[in-house]
């Protein structure tokens, strides 16, 4: 969570301060205001890069060398982060530079909702992957270990693959690759069960209209149910051989959620699609917040009103003011401002904050 945020030269914004509360921030004004530039800045400041581009030159403001984003945490942690077109990234966590961006996502656990996330049924297995994967990154402490053995181990299968090395050399590394694979698989059918009775409690809330639906987990594990990964690898290799790469493994599980047995993609309006992703990040904050000792995560929500009636507006920022974390919401409808207590009010114009109590 952060309680001082500032922002220098970044898009429209040249100089910006604000104070956000630890609940709900409301960030209004009009197309091209700055309200997405300044979710920008916080993802940012969590992950080290952009969610809108791939080059941080483009996040800096037209004619200037630097952007500058400084803030502090609610336990007084001071982070600090630079861009300069000619020094590049800098970083530093409480006054020291940053050795892994990871220390920074551990500090400020982030998700981010984008204002195309009703699209989400229409990503590929990596992103589902990646989401839920954020979720055991925060919560279990050996899932990252695993994570990163496995991915080394992979990569080093694949290059002997790749170099027509003998079958045994490229078996030598199927134990290992195994035991770290079975490992991410217990983790990911736990953190999914967990996730899954999250969900279902949340999503009747946002989305009344199904309330009496019943959803149910699909996971695949990425190699043939019947066997065990180290068999799979081993009766695949020919296969392997002939493609190039090691195809079976957890870098190639996926999951769902079906309602009745149907993919909601089938039956859900596009509303309801952003219902369903806002219900999975919401899932993810509450299990987060229950492993988590310290502070609160942060949510990221851009553009609130597209695809969504006020009705529905209403019933997400009634759930997210009951849940311990940490809101940024923007929007252009700023009558908006009136809709919540808990929450704080920003309005943006031209790259400035225009209420003065900010
Ligand atoms: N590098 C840049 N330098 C200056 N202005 C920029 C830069 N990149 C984008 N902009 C402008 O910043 C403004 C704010 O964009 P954005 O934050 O996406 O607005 P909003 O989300 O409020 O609609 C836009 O007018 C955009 O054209
Ligand atoms: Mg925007």
Not at 48 to 59: I, M
Not at 148 to 168: D, E, G, T, W
Not at 204 to 214: D, F, G, H, T
Not at 316 to 334: A, K, R
Request: proline content about 4%; some cysteine.
């Amino acid at each position: 969570m952060l309680n001082q945020l500032s922002i220098t030269n970044l898009r429209n914004i040249t100089d910006l301060s604000i104070k956000p509360t630890p609940a709900i921030n409301l960030i209004l004004g009009s197309n091209g205001s700055g309200k997405t530039s300044i979710l920008e800045a916080i993802h940012l400041l969590s992950l080290g890069r952009s969610f809108r581009t791939r080059t941080l030159k483009n996040v800096v403001q037209l004619e200037q060398q630097k952007l500058q984003i400084i803030a502090k945490t609610t336990t007084n942690i001071p982070i600090g982060l630079q861009f300069d077109l000619h020094a590049g990234l800098q970083i530093r966590l409480n006054n020291a530079p940053l050795k892994k961006l990871s220390e920074l996502a551990m500090q400020l656990p982030l998700q981010l909702i984008p204002a195309n996330c009703h699209q989400f049924f229409e990503q590929g297995p990596r992103y589902r992957r990646q989401l839920l994967d954020w979720g055991l990154f925060h919560v279990e402490p050996s899932f990252n270990f695993h994570w990163q053995s496995y991915r080394k181990v992979l990569q080093q299968r694949n290059s002997a693959i790749r170099q027509h090395k003998k079958i045994a050399e490229i078996q030598l590394w199927d134990t290992h690759l195994a035991s770290h694979g079975e490992q991410i698989t217990t983790l990911r059918q736990k953190q999914l069960a967990r996730l899954l009775e999250q969900f279902n409690d949340v999503f009747p809330r946002l989305c009344p209209e199904y309330s009496q639906a019943s959803f149910t987990l699909k996971y695949r594990t990425g190699w043939a149910k019947e066997y065990r990964l180290e068999e799979s690898l081993r009766l695949a290799i020919e296969r392997d051989k002939q493609i190039g790469y090691t195809r079976s493994g957890s870098h190639a599980a996926d999951w769902a959620f079906s309602i009745n047995n149907i993919d909601p993609a089938h039956i859900f309006s596009r509303g309801q699609q952003k219902l369903f992703f806002l219900a999975l990040c919401m899932a993810q904050a509450k299990i987060t917040e229950e492993h988590l000792n310290q502070e609160s995560s942060i949510l990221l929500l851009d553009d609130i009103s597209s695809e969504l009636d006020p009705a529905h507006q209403e019933f997400v920022l009634d759930e997210l003011s009951s849940l311990p974390v940490q809101s940024f919401i923007t929007s252009t409808d700023i009558s908006l401002a009136n809709s919540s207590e808990k929450s704080k009010v920003f309005h943006v114009k031209q790259g400035e904050i225009t209420n003065s109590d900010s």
